[in-house]
């Protein structure tokens, strides 16, 4: 897997992770987090999964790049390339509005949203939602609720969407996704 993040004045924190299916490791995951001395912090998000069973065959690479200055979210990116195509999300603020066209698989949302968004699933890998009872999903463009079920442990939640993310020392170490056909867990390995 080609990992490349944008250039920052000091050493990205990133984090590794297996994604597990069924007992087995079918893909990576990066997150990194890279501050620079301007106030300016990008999370970036990277997968790279191949499940190949006998009744389907899934692949899925996606790359999410979300830009904070000062803890409020001033862009997000989300380009996904799978064997059904390729899809992106597009999120820019403009001056108190967010524009938000995410064009991903059975998934199409051109909407506004109100500024600021402070807190994302990007950033949610460094940073506990002890506080917050909602996240913004950035490829899916809109907010997921928080609910929180016992300590460390909080589901991200919108219509159909239950994941269950578990905290470490304020770091996802685990994320239970669950879909109609198959429930899948992206595990930390560091």
Do not use: C
């Not at 999370?43 to 006998?54: A, R």
């Not at 239950?162 to 056909?181: L, M, S, W």
């Amino acid at each position: 897997m080609t990992l490349s993040a944008a250039k920052s004045q000091v050493r990205p924190d990133t984090l590794h992770y297996d994604v597990v299916l069924s007992g087995a490791n079918v893909g990576k995951m990066l997150a990194i987090r890279e501050e620079a001395q301007d106030g300016k912090t990008q999370y970036t998000l990277i997968s790279d999964v191949n499940v190949n069973l006998l009744v389907f065959k899934v692949k899925v690479y996606y790359v999410v790049k979300s830009m904070y200055e000062n803890d409020v979210l001033q862009s997000a990116t989300v380009d996904t390339k799978t064997n059904k195509g390729v899809f992106q999300t597009r999120i820019s603020k403009e001056k108190d509005l967010y524009v938000i066209k995410a064009h991903q698989y059975r998934h199409d949302l051109e909407t506004t949203l109100p500024a600021p968004i402070d807190y994302s699933v990007a950033k949610a890998f460094f940073n506990e939602p002890t506080r917050q009872d909602q996240v913004f999903g950035e490829y899916l463009g809109d907010y997921l609720h928080i609910i929180p079920q016992s300590q460390g442990v909080y589901v991200f939640e919108m219509q159909k969407q239950h994941d269950q993310y578990t905290y470490k020392n304020g770091r996802v170490n685990q994320v239970e996704k669950k879909f109609k056909f198959m429930n899948y867990v992206i595990r930390r390995v560091d």
